[in-house]
Structures are given as structure tokens and as C-alpha cells.
């Protein structure tokens, strides 16, 4: 183990990190200085910025990805390194936005159907019953509910 490795290991050990995200964060350090074949410490912020450039356009990283290496190499250069760079201000996936699920009619109703005391099948019928006849009248009539 290098003492760069060596004294990142230590330095978030100390900050009570959980040591899956010690791991994670070392891999991060590790897979950017295999990239440019140096020691992450010799890396430039312009080498650090295409670095970034690359895990997104050309491995296709996820945003919680492209994050944990993100914040294991902002660690790495704030903490075990004491350096600031100001890369690490920009670099940051947007924030993926997902639509709510919504289930059918029939999938309501196979869950309700699994519930197995039947008052708390009463009460989710209820309250399911009365949010779909609101969402009907909303629909359908010109009345404020």
C-alpha cells in the first residue's frame, strides 16, 4: 500500500467514514490515477476535469456513480492532500427526475386483495375508493372539490 493510500485509509477512518466507503472512495482515487497512469497527487485540475468528462460521456456512470467518485476524489485533494480545487465546484451530474409510479386499477386491487386483516383492507379500500371518486368529479364536473 502506498503512503498516499496509506494515509487516505487513516484520514477517513478518522472522520468515521464506514469502511464500505473507504473502500469506495479509495477505488475512486485508484481508477483515476490508473487512468492517467500517475500518481493522483502529479494529476493536473485540466487532466482531473476530462477525467470527469470521460466517466460521464465515455463509461456511461450513473449520477450515484459518477458522485462517489466524485466525492471520494474531492476528499482525497481537500483532506489527505489539503488542496482546494475549484473543478470540484462544477463537477456534478444533474439530478435525475423520475415520474412517480402509479398503479392500475388491477394492481390496486390484487394489492388490497393480499391484505389479510380485514380492517385495514377496509380502510385502504376507503381511502382508495374516496381519492379515485375525487379524481373522477375533478374530471368531470365543473364543481370545486
Not at 500500500?1 to 467514514?17: K, P
Amino acid at each position: 500500500m502506498s503512503a498516499l493510500r496509506q494515509r487516505m485509509t487513516e484520514d477517513l477512518q478518522l472522520r468515521g467514514m464506514a469502511p464500505r466507503t473507504q473502500e469506495m472512495y479509495v477505488r475512486a482515487v485508484y481508477q483515476l490515477a490508473q487512468h492517467y497512469n500517475k500518481s493522483p497527487d502529479k494529476i493536473t485540475e485540466e487532466e482531473f476535469r476530462d477525467y470527469f468528462l470521460y466517466i460521464k460521456n465515455v463509461k456511461g456512470y450513473s449520477r450515484a456513480t459518477s458522485t462517489i467518485a466524485l466525492c471520494g476524489i474531492k476528499f482525497f485533494y481537500e483532506h489527505t492532500l489539503k488542496r482546494e480545487w475549484t473543478t470540484l465546484t462544477f463537477v456534478r451530474a444533474p439530478r435525475e427526475k423520475k415520474l412517480p409510479v402509479i398503479l392500475s386499477r388491477e394492481e390496486v386491487q390484487r394489492i388490497l386483495q393480499n391484505i389479510r386483516l380485514l380492517r385495514y383492507r377496509a380502510c385502504l379500500q376507503t381511502i382508495y375508493d374516496s381519492v379515485d371518486l375525487i379524481a373522477f368529479l375533478r374530471c368531470h364536473c365543473n364543481c370545486s372539490i
